[in-house]
């Protein structure tokens, strides 16, 4: 009687994820494309995101779109978001029925670059509010899921 060998693949190694280092981030006004959304939640994702870079202290300076003092940092990387898909779900809804009802969804593009224009990074993220909190929460959860992203490479 023969016995079978069992053919096991030999593992890949796994890549690790490049790390970077910048001392400064510069972070632009989110590009909407042609996606149609509400004027208070192009703001709220860029100042959620400000806001959310800098608390998470991954770099010495965060500067807005436009600063000129950013133009000094020779380490400055750039992060650029662009909007891809916006769902404006309800609130009340949300409440009245949560099971997959009424979430919010706001998915972008971030793309950072390095001073000399290279790409260094880039991925599609989404926030989202599903059951409760205001349709708002929605870029709080994208700016979070954005600094994590920016966290597992810098």
């Known amino acids: 009687m023969l016995a079978a060998a069992a053919v096991v693949p030999a593992q890949q190694p796994v890549k690790p994820t490049p790390r970077f280092y910048a001392s400064a981030i510069q972070i632009e ?80 593009t971030a793309l950072v670059t390095s001073k000399d224009g290279k790409t260094l990074l880039s991925q599609k993220v989404g926030g989202k509010v599903r059951i409760w909190g205001e349709n708002l929460g929605a870029t709080n959860d994208l700016a979070k899921r954005i600094t994590k992203l920016l966290a597992g490479s810098f």
């Open 29 to 108: 006004l989110t590009d909407m494309g042609d996606v149609s959304i509400p004027a208070e939640f192009r703001y709220a994702i860029y100042e959620r995101l400000i806001e959310q870079v800098r608390d998470s202290r991954l770099f010495g300076k965060v500067y807005r779109s436009g600063d000129k003092a950013a133009n000094s940092v020779p380490d400055l990387v750039t992060l650029h978001t662009s909007l891809e898909a916006f769902d404006e779900g309800s609130q009340m809804k949300r409440e009245l029925a949560p099971v997959a009802m009424g979430s919010t969804k706001v998915d972008v």
